[in-house]
């Protein structure tokens, strides 16, 4: 671990998915009491740091995506009592907590958005947000023919005939970051959490919250949140202004102390663009989603380390390694595809039809963490991967509520598959996530992966993550190190982590389909799954190494 100001450097931090964690009221859905009453199976993990997605008042038109008071918490999770003492019980159990901030839109029920309807067009109301005539006749065409990322066009139009830009769903309107108000409402917002001790913000699409004020045409249609979202010159993702707002956003982080932080999701075109958000001045961390995008080939995450670690360097900044999260097919499912049937850097998605192997995909994430928990940095773990959970894909339609799955017109099923709430317990109603049904149906299969039924399982995959965890705290090697990449057979990854004293340690991981030999004068002290008979490494199997015999 790092010292405490630069804990950040080399966290394992652990998000919670607040409506599917643990329900204490049988309504179905995850709240704040049963995120403090799992707080101890967080602390006995080894994470060091917990990220909670929104909790605020919102109508759910996105999971909570979509905020209506960004200073208070919804009746559905709790009471802002329930967030204060979260945040003094994390800390009392030695672990930070991190929330998540949602700047480029509200939701349609914010008083922001409701005054700026009821004031009318040219309205101070109306320059929260980004309100524009329509084009064509009686302007009954959209302003732009920007596209939303969760399908269709990007602007509704309002009765007065005026229409507002939403790049997510309709009931989440943009902010304009144009307007000084905005941007000290979110210094305001920044301070209310941090004056309750919170010890970071994940920014919401950090890099979509500045827009191309000449409001041009894209000259095509096919923005998606699945997927890769093109390079700096777009009228709306990761233009150079938005690292302004960062800026500002630095020197109020600054007033309360250096061990604050935020993490920035932007899905970006390349580590170079990434690494902006992390200069000195700016952000702390950004999600690393190039290595979420990589194939399972050593020909393919290699460089994708490189360079990401390059980028990050340069200016100062650790890099972020992320495998799942809330937004993208469980990576046990990704790495389930069979052969080379990802697309090169478009690993976010598993198209329906897709052959699987489920058991690879799950041997090749039980690799990964390995190789993962091995790199420089901080590390983010979703919940449920440590269960080795694979992403739900024959949820009935009926119960599907990601967006994505009414705006495409049922085309795209969405998110809910990697949404489904935690199996904690072998039996009971939603297998211990709650007293009741679960908001979306566990498979029956989950009560074997409950924590239950894992809890001192040899060989069980969160027996793996909870030894990977206390052993990347002990050895100094570890997190913070350096890392220099050794001679590996064709197919392979096999590097060094030193920690400048002299102490090292071994990664090796075989991402081929035949064993590989791990070097001479080392001893295997954990591995991702048996060793093949004469010490050698499985294929889809990784292992950490000390000089010895
Ligand atoms: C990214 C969040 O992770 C996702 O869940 C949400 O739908 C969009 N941003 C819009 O807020």
Not at 24 to 36: K, M, N, Q, W
Not at 46 to 65: K, L
Not at 329 to 346: C, E, K, S, W
Not at 505 to 531: D, K
């Amino acid at each position: 671990m790092s010292g405490s100001d630069d804990w950040w450097r080399d966290a394992v931090i652990y998000q919670v998915y607040v409506r599917s964690f643990a329900d204490t009221d049988a309504t179905s859905v995850g709240d704040l009491p049963g995120i403090r009453s799992r707080l101890p199976y967080l602390r006995d993990l080894g994470v060091d740091a917990v990220w909670v997605t929104p909790f605020y008042p919102s109508p759910m038109a996105d999971g909570g995506y979509d905020v209506a008071n960004y200073r208070d918490v919804d009746p559905l999770f709790g009471t802002l009592a329930d967030a204060e003492s979260l945040i003094s019980d994390a800390h009392d159990a030695g672990l930070r907590l991190i929330v998540d901030l949602v700047p480029n839109h509200t939701s349609d029920q914010h008083a922001w958005f409701r005054a700026a309807l009821a004031a009318g067009p040219g309205s101070p109301e109306r320059s929260r947000y980004i309100f524009r005539a329509g084009r064509g006749p009686g302007g009954g065409d959209p302003p732009t023919d920007w596209q939303s990322a969760f399908g269709g066009s990007a602007w509704q139009r309002v009765p007065d005939g005026e229409w507002y830009l939403h790049l997510f769903a309709p009931e989440q309107p943009d902010l304009n970051w144009e307007n000084p108000e905005v941007i000290e409402e979110f210094h305001e917002v920044l301070r209310f959490w941090l004056d309750r001790g919170v010890d970071g913000f994940r920014i919401d699409v950090a890099n979509a919250l500045k827009k191309d004020q000449s409001f041009p045409d894209l000259g095509h249609a096919e923005e998606s949140l699945l997927e890769p979202v093109e390079g700096p010159h777009h009228p709306f993702w990761d233009r150079d202004e938005v690292h302004e707002i960062y800026r500002g956003w630095r020197r109020v982080i600054d007033e309360y102390g250096g061990d604050r932080i935020f993490v920035a999701e932007a899905w970006v075109h390349s580590p170079e663009r990434l690494a902006c958000y992390v200069r000195p001045d700016e952000l702390h961390t950004a999600f690393n989603f190039a290595f979420l995008q990589a194939s399972w080939a050593a020909e393919r995450m290699r460089p994708v380390i490189d360079s990401c670690l390059a980028t990050t360097a340069a200016v100062g900044a650790p890099t972020t390694w992320v495998l799942s999260n809330h937004d993208v097919t469980r990576h046990a499912t990704r790495y389930a595809r069979l052969g080379d049937t990802a697309p090169p850097g478009g690993e976010r998605h598993v198209e329906p039809d897709v052959p699987l192997d489920l058991e690879q995909g799950l041997r090749r994430a039980r690799a990964a963490v390995l190789l993962t928990l091995a790199l420089p940095g901080s590390a983010y773990i979703y919940q449920g991967e440590e269960l080795g959970l694979h992403e739900v894909l024959d949820l009935p339609d009926e119960v599907l509520q990601d967006p994505v799955w009414e705006r495409s017109g049922h085309k795209e099923r969405g998110r809910d598959g990697c949404r489904v709430p935690i199996p904690w317990t072998v039996d009971g109603p939603s297998l211990g996530f709650g007293d009741g049904a679960a908001w979306l149906p566990q498979p029956a299969s989950w009560s074997g992966l409950s924590v239950q039924a894992q809890t001192g399982a040899e060989g069980s995959v969160l027996e793996l993550y909870r030894a990977a965890l206390r052993l990347r705290r002990e050895q100094p090697a570890l997190g913070s190190g350096a890392l220099r990449w050794l001679d590996s057979p064709e197919g392979a990854l096999l590097f060094e982590r030193t920690d400048g004293r002299g102490a090292a340690t071994l990664c090796a991981v075989n991402l081929s389909a035949t064993p590989v030999s791990l070097p001479p004068g080392h001893r295997v002290f954990l591995a991702s799954g048996p060793l093949g008979p004469a010490g050698e490494l499985a294929p889809d199997t990784a292992a950490w190494l000390r000089p010895g015999q």
